[in-house]
């Protein structure tokens, strides 16, 4: 009872976050556009013509790719999934060359970083002052990097191919999480993994060199295989999940808001699987979590590169969290304020500049009222989800221009292109083209929520809870980032939970709605398609 009280209540509170993003969004749109604002968030008045005639427009889509999806029911995985992975392949790879866009910002940092200590074995980036010095979690990114230049020297198309690589990886891990909690569901769900291999921001997120995509697919699988691990109680499963997840934050330090997740579902489900079982799968979790840190912190140290652990005097968590506490920009960036209190005030010292960081949220939060502090985090938060994007527009597109050469090279890295395309010059800041890319991608993040909101109503209505570990994440991740420094592609990584969500919503709505009022709708079975063919087969012989 206790269990399915607090299952109620969590799909209840994610259910309100979701109400909040959606009504929200009648009124206001968020926005990022960085040719045209700069590196700024955006909220402004909401045109409802064009969300209208979008809503309308992407309904029809996926109404259509459902319909399919069911006639595709009558062919066999072994041919729908590597077909559909192989068409997606092609058009990352497309996208690549049509958008060749160079690294920019810690993109072009952590490149540039491999390169060194490659060609000339220089790690001093981990002196004090230095960007690994500030920033130890991003050494990960850059080993890879590093790894992936040794093999295939001064070339970003492998790095990007490697992306795409990761991002499929991901499509699958959707497509296998999606059939995993349908259990034994005679729908094939194809339309689900030609949703995730079609999501528009994962096709362009292959152009940023960074650590959200390598880290999305190893999350990704790290809470498929946990869930796997509850549907059939193998302690290898569990094993699996923990390595998973322990890579995955290795890559990108937010995984200790899945690892939370994790025990809560585990306790939750100690009565399917068996309380020693589910103690030993949390201890497992928490055991590997940290290994690749604590490895990597015994390699550096042994090998002289540091004198002691690299994160003694890193940039402290409180420096996002001041960043986080900002009433002009909610959080987004407060224009190097943070940055100069580390650097200049408390001189790299961890210690020293945690006091100050405390003191600054604390004069900010005496200085501001009450109202102004929620309002803050209304905007804060109804941006970070409702932007959609997860700002595709500057790591994806890129901006207009050249570098005037498409090999690697070990100066400066321009953040442009390598070289123009007609589409490269027909994407510009304030194109046409770009600005309805824009919001097809926000209306279908909105349409996501939409679906989510029914998913989780129907739950809560027929005590349906085995999407309980998904909404667990979310939440976590709706309040860290109310917390935290924000940027709208610092929630890349849920976007497969939401993707199996929305289409879990989404057949519900078709079948409880469409089909009841429209026969026209009613879902076509691969059976009855193949009898339909054996029938004018037979008749036109």
Known sequence: MLQRLTAKALYLLLALFMGLFIVSSMFIRAKYNYGVYDDTPILE????????????????????????????????????????????????????????????????TVLQLALDMLYDKDYSSFQSGGYLYMFPFNFSIVLYLKALLAIFPDNYLVIKTFNILFTLATTLMIYLMYRELNGKSEDKAYGVLIAAAAFIPSLFMNNLIYNDVIATAFLTAAIYTCIRFVKRPSIKYAVLSAILLAIGNYFRSIGALVLIAACIYLLLSLKSIGVKKGILAICILGLAFNIPNWTQNAVLQASGIVDEPVDENSAPVYMWLNMGFNLDTWGFWDNRESYRIYQNDANYNKEESTVLFKESIQNKLAEASFSDIVKMYYKKTVWTWTEGTYQLD????????????????????????????????????????????????????LLMYVFTLVRLIGGIRHRRFGEIFLVLVILGFIGFYMLWEIKARYIYPVYPLFIVLSCMGFKDFYNAWLTKYIPLFRPVQGSEVAALCDQKSASSS
């Open 45 to 108: 008045s909401q045109k409802p013509g064009i969300l209208i005639l979008l809503v309308i427009l992407l309904l029809i889509s996926g109404i259509a790719l459902y319909r399919l999806s069911l006639r595709l029911n009558k062919y066999r995985m072994r041919v729908v999934i590597p077909v559909t992975l192989l068409i997606s392949f092609a058009v990352q790879i497309a996208i690549v060359f049509l958008f060749p866009r160079v690294p920019t910002d810690d993109s072009e």
């Open 394 to 445: 500057r790591y994806g597109i890129g901006n207009q221009g050249s570098a005037g050469s498409g090999g690697m090279n070990r100066g400066f890295l321009m953040g442009s292109y390598s070289y123009s395309t007609a589409v490269t010059e027909s994407f510009t800041s304030d194109s046409a083209y770009r600005s309805g890319l824009l919001w097809i991608v926000y209306v279908m993040n």
